[in-house]
């Protein structure tokens, strides 16, 4: 049973007396000066609080979360893996913590090696050329790839193909990332067995095709298993291949992207090299391409020259996308995994997600329908819609009350009343049990006691929310 | 591995389960021919192993605790009180995911609340958004929402004094539209701004430190239905007239000096602040108050239909995952220190950069170029600034950025910044070691 705070926090200005101060500074050392006196500003209306009541509050805070740490998360597509603690320990090393992004190069030495050595690993791991860590995300790494293209494109004097294809189970950042870059979308459908319908994207493949963004696994949890033709035929009209790593878990060590022709590719550090996803973000989009795309990378990225890092502009880059050189702090705990995985570790990392995905299929499908009846990958899409009256939201708000987060519900879109569950490797067969067990019970429930899912959660600091309210008028920020 | 539970048995009887005769049958959607038989990596070392490890390559740096510290130019060493890293370092904190589940996420979004809440005081705007990945970038998608805001308007006038690699940034985010960039110099009250113009952003301070007054250049803006865009420093809005205050429509920062550490550059907090006529064409997460159906106060993630996850193509942005716990450390940093303790590092940055100015001014061959500043200034040297810099670092002294860096026709000029990190006697050090090596 969840351990959730279930007692009522007030906000931080509530909390505030005149007077009260939280922090003590050393006493000023040099004269005072004068402020000018047409820009001197009068007021600041910040809480005054002592310094036990903000750890208190921020701890009840905490409190209310659910986190990887106190509870089973399976939420598809975002690869909730457990984050080791030594990530946190090697991060806080005060050689990070305190390394100016302007030092000299000579002065950054340990951080370019890092750079450059993480950069290498995950082009091994992606089967690419080179590659930036300077996204921090991983739709910053779709911007980046895009534009890329977009770039490349330009060079060939191809500036009118402003068409990018999308599969329709694509993460709303691709079509939100073309946008950003200039282009146009096209959605292509899948098949009855969850893939690209090969038919459609041949019939969308004209001479104003940019390229097409891929997902694989896609977004339903199934291998796109006509990847190879579907890099050639884009290729050979004249596009290029995007291929988003938001699942990139189900393939460490198994598949190489870049072998089957995918052009650039973003990983998402925070989601398959165990970096915390912080309450949403940051994360870390790293960005690798093969020979055609890599001179068009974001930059700068770390090179070597003879046992020397240094900072370097690709060729031709795209520029910077981000002040400095990404999410450092990121990448320092992602590096720390992969020397921990080593070689061996990445294979075993896919290979246990995707059986422990399977299993849990395997375990439910009888009662939540799965819509293709597949071998999944590192996660799979079933139906929430088991009983009359019942929906997938009150399946996962009943969840909560058994102790477990949510799954991604209500996405891929081609699913009605789509359920995405991902348990991520790092979780045991006992959790998994439970898990199987809480989503059965609830099954039984949907039959039975419909409205003990439709008024859940009942173990929660809050109830179900009005967002319509939220959103008609808004309350953004404190009004005392 | 100690990262994945599942023993041999397990695994045969999960097989069992599945149907499956091993793990290998798991991967048959893969082309056979395709499958990697070993990574070219090293193998996996033992935890004590890869710490070592770590430790060594973090060794290999200098930072400015180390030294005397003078650079700041756009990432600043700053005090962050122990609360701090010990409070956002929670697990519950750490490994959450987005709060798309609000029930179960009111600790994340009560806090993007409070962030949200004393960032818009502070920054004199109404509302402020969740977060993005850093000022550059924030500044960056200000730019694209205010062109977009202001339809049949092509010109946008950004300020010559702009850190350059947020002006790369600008042009990086903006290369696929058709947007006219004109630069400006100085006061912006006196920028072209006529009826084709979309936006004027404005730096306060500029890269270069120095401070022009906002107001003037929005009243000119407004009246020629432009908008006014400012890029602020937000421990200088402690003590000096907020952005809002003076006519800002869309305010970004970067709020790493908000309780954030230096970490090589990232992660940062971009800042996002705007005006109640502007709030559905900002990008970003928003989080609101609302209520459930037992009246109890609670906090919604809102306004979704801006976002990609709703709009996909059509949506403002493509921003999904923000900035979060960098957020959060803000957040606490802010509560913690209060609006009198977040004006006393204002004023002692403000007090020790202007004592170094005057020293320094006083030094013959210098001259100190900013002629309105908060806690960093342009000086003009003697010598090339790098020189300077090679001779200072040999005596523990990081006297500031040499503009040489990002500007091979500037070689003599040093941007210096003074934090409340600094001591009087590390500035009477510095200003000593700047007479020394003038020689």
New interface residues.
């Given amino acids: 049973m969840n351990a959730i705070n279930m007692r009522d926090e007030p906000l931080v200005y509530e909390l505030s007396r005149a007077g009260r101060v939280g922090c003590s500074l050393p006493k000023a050392d040099v004269p005072s000066f004068e402020l000018p006196a047409d820009l001197a500003r009068a007021d600041l209306d910040l809480p005054e609080l002592d310094e036990l009541t903000v750890v208190r509050h921020f701890t009840r805070l905490s409190q209310k979360n659910y986190s990887i740490d106190t509870e089973f998360y399976p939420l598809g597509s975002c690869t909730m893996k457990y984050n080791p603690k030594i990530n946190e320990a090697a991060a806080a090393n005060p050689g990070w913590k305190y390394l100016h992004p302007l030092a000299e190069e000579a002065q950054a030495q340990g951080a370019l090696k890092l750079m450059f050595k993480l950069q290498r690993s995950l082009c091994e791991i992606g089967g690419f050329e080179a590659a930036s860590l300077q996204p921090a995300a991983g739709a910053h790494g779709e911007l980046s790839g895009v534009l890329m293209i977009r770039a490349a494109l330009v060079d060939k004097g191809e500036r009118d193909r402003r068409k990018m294809l999308i599969p329709d189970s694509a993460h709303g950042t691709n079509p939100a990332s073309c946008t950003m870059a200039g282009f146009s979308t096209q959605t292509i459908p899948s098949g009855p067995d969850g893939n690209i319908d090969m038919a459609a994207l041949r019939a969308a493949l004209d001479d104003s095709v940019a390229g097409i963004m891929i997902t694989n696994p896609n977004t339903l949890g199934l291998f796109e298993r006509n990847i190879v033709e579907i890099c050639d035929l884009v290729h050979r009209a004249g596009g290029y291949v995007y291929g988003d790593g938001a699942n990139m878990n189900a393939l460490t060590g198994v598949f190489k992207p870049g072998s089957s022709g995918i052009d650039v590719m973003h990983f998402n550090l925070h989601k398959t090299f165990s970096t915390p996803h912080g309450g949403g973000g940051p994360g870390a989009g790293m960005v690798a391409a093969g020979a055609a795309l890599a001179p068009y990378l974001p930059g700068p990225i770390a090179s070597e020259d003879a046992g020397k890092y240094r900072l370097a502009m690709p060729a031709k880059s795209i520029g910077r996308v981000k002040s400095f050189y990404g999410n450092f702090g990121v990448l320092v705990r992602a590096y720390t995994y992969l020397l921990m995985t080593g070689a061996d570790g990445l294979r075993r990392v896919a290979e246990n997600a995707v059986l422990n995905a399977n299993y849990l299929k395997a375990k439910l499908s009888d009662v939540y329908p799965v819509p293709h009846a597949r071998r999944c990958m590192h996660e799979f899409v079933a139906r929430g819609n088991i009983a009359e009256g019942v929906h997938t939201l009150d399946i996962a708000k009943r969840l909560i009350d058994y102790g477990f987060h949510p799954p991604t519900v209500y996405f891929p879109l081609i699913v009605q009343e789509a359920l995405m569950i991902e348990p991520t490797e790092t979780e045991s067969k006992e959790t998994l049990d439970l898990f199987i067990e809480a989503m059965r019970s609830i099954a039984a429930e949907a039959g039975s006691q419909p409205e003990l899912l439709h008024e859940a959660p009942h173990r929660a600091p809050v109830a179900r929310l009005d967002e319509v309210m939220a959103a008609r008028c808004p309350i953004l920020c404190y009004r005392g | 591995?100690?990262?994945?539970?599942?023993t041999d048995a397990?695994?045969n009887?999960?097989?069992g389960?599945?149907?499956?005769a091993s793990?290998e049958e798991?991967?048959?959607?893969?082309?056979q021919r395709?499958?990697?038989k070993?990574?070219?990596?090293?193998?996996?070392?033992?935890?004590l192993?890869?710490?070592e490890?770590?430790?060594?390559?973090?060794?290999?740096?200098?930072?400015?605790?180390?030294m005397d510290?003078f650079?700041g130019?756009?990432?600043y060493?700053s005090?962050i009180?122990a609360?701090v890293?010990?409070?956002?370092?929670?697990?519950?904190?750490?490994?959450?995911?987005?709060?798309y589940?609000?029930?179960?996420?009111?600790?994340?979004l009560?806090?993007i609340?409070?962030y949200?809440?004393?960032a818009?005081?502070?920054l004199g705007m109404?509302?402020?958004n969740?977060?993005h990945?850093?000022?550059?970038?924030a500044l960056a998608e200000a730019v694209?929402m205010a062109w977009k805001a202001r339809e049949g308007r092509n010109k946008v006038l950004l300020p010559a004094d702009l850190?350059p690699?947020?002006a790369?940034?600008i042009?990086?985010?903006c290369?696929?539209?058709e947007i006219e960039f004109a630069r400006y110099e100085g006061d912006p009250a006196r920028a072209p701004i006529d009826e084709r113009t979309a936006a004027i952003i404005i730096a306060y301070p500029g890269f270069s430190g120095e401070?022009w007054?906002i107001g003037p250049a929005a009243a000119i803006a407004h009246e020629r239905g432009a908008l006014c865009v400012v890029h602020t420093d937000p421990v200088m809005?402690?003590?000096?007239?907020?952005p809002g205050s003076q006519g800002a429509d869309i305010v970004t920062a970067?709020g790493q000096s908000l309780g954030n550490?230096?970490?090589?550059?990232?992660?940062?907090l971009g800042m996002m602040g705007t005006t109640d006529a502007l709030?559905r064409k900002m990008p970003g997460?928003?989080?609101?108050?609302?209520?459930?159906?037992?009246g109890?106060?609670?906090?919604?993630l809102?306004?979704?239909?801006r976002?990609?996850?709703?709009?996909?193509?059509?949506?403002v942005?493509?921003?999904?995952?923000?900035?979060?716990?960098?957020m959060?450390q803000t957040c606490?940093h802010?509560?913690?220190?209060?609006?009198?303790?977040?004006?006393?590092?204002a004023?002692?940055s403000?007090?020790?950069a202007?004592?170094a100015a005057s020293r320094i001014a006083d030094l013959s061959g210098y001259r100190v170029k900013s002629a309105?500043f908060f806690r960093e200034f342009l000086v003009q040297t003697p010598k090339p600034a790098v020189d300077i810099?090679r001779a200072l670092?040999a005596k523990g002294i990081?006297p500031g950025?040499a503009l040489s860096?990002y500007f091979s026709d500037r070689p003599n000029e040093l941007l210096v910044c003074v934090t409340?990190m600094n001591?009087?006697d590390q500035?009477d050090r510095l200003v000593a070691a700047l007479k020394e090596a003038s020689r």
């Avoid at chain 2, 997460?285 to 037992?294: A, H, L, Y």
């Fill in positions: 591995m100690p990262f994945i539970p599942t397990e695994r009887e999960m097989l389960a599945i149907g499956a793990l798991l991967f048959g959607d893969i082309p395709l499958r990697v070993k990574l070219d990596l090293p193998e996996g070392l033992s935890e192993e890869a710490g490890a770590l430790d060594s390559l973090a060794d290999l740096n200098q930072t400015a605790k180390k510290w650079l130019a756009g990432a060493y005090y009180p609360v890293p010990a409070l956002a370092s929670r697990g519950e904190f750490l490994t959450a995911y987005t709060p589940q609000p029930e179960v996420s009111q600790g994340t009560q806090a609340f409070e949200q809440s004393m818009a005081k502070l109404s509302v402020v969740a977060s990945y850093d000022g550059a970038t694209l850190h690699e947020y790369d940034v042009a990086t985010y290369t696929s539209f401070v007054p809005c402690a003590i000096l007239a907020s970067e550490p230096l970490n090589f550059g990232g992660p940062y709030v997460r928003i989080v609101g108050e609302t209520k459930d159906k037992e109890r106060r609670g906090f919604v809102t306004l979704s239909t976002e990609q996850h709703i709009r996909r193509e059509k949506a942005s493509n921003i999904c995952s923000n900035q979060g716990l960098s959060l606490i802010l509560a913690t220190l209060g609006a009198a303790g977040l004006r006393e590092v004023k002692q403000y007090d020790k202007h004592y309105r810099v670092g990081m950025l860096r409340e001591t009087k500035i």
